[in-house]
């Protein structure tokens, strides 16, 4: 019997072992995830997800930011202005296909449905920076103030990243 009980305690033992470590495995991973997805804040029944912008390219005096917004709220808000003091001016834009042709222009807001999301990529709403009074660098950090009609004002922190795709 007493054999018998201690070959048990040694695989317990083994087994205990081998969940710690697959635990320690899995919680890394999701940490590394975490960092690597984004950062994020959160403002009322607002969800502001990873706002990031691409390194700018020398003598660029122009830029773009990108982010995700969620609604949890019961209610639609939407985002009516933008500023930042690395540029002279902030606009709301929207990247659409016409036909065969690709235009930008300009938008007074961008709604976001009561419990609904939207994502600000390359291809879609952005946020254009125009006036650069500096070069966007991969890995710095800068403020952009969000306004919202009925959420008010937020500022977050927008990351550099020298990326060619949204993250």
């Known amino acids: 019997m007493n054999s018998l009980y ?41 969800t502001i997800g990873h706002p990031w912008a691409r390194a700018s390219i020398p003598g660029a005096t122009g830029g773009a930011v990108y982010l995700r917004l969620e609604n949890r709220g019961g209610s639609a808000d939407a985002l009516i202005a933008v500023r930042t003091p690395v540029a002279e001016h902030a606009e709301l834009h929207l990247h659409a296909m016409q036909g065969d ?34 070069a966007l660098t991969a890995g710095e950090k800068f403020p952009l103030e969000l306004v919202f009609a009925n959420s008010g004002a937020i500022t977050v922190d927008v990351k550099v990243e020298n990326t060619p795709t949204a993250p």
């Open 6 to 46: 201690s070959h048990s305690t040694k695989r317990d033992k083994a087994c205990a072992k081998s969940l710690v470590k697959t635990l320690s495995a899995f919680l890394f991973s999701l940490f590394a995830c975490a960092l690597a997805y984004g950062h994020g804040y959160t403002h009322g029944q607002l």
């Open 101 to 134: 042709i690709v235009k930008m222009s300009a938008v007074d807001r961008i709604e976001i449905p009561a419990q609904g999301k939207i994502e600000l990529r390359p291809d879609s709403y952005h946020i254009m920076l125009f006036g650069l009074k500096r």
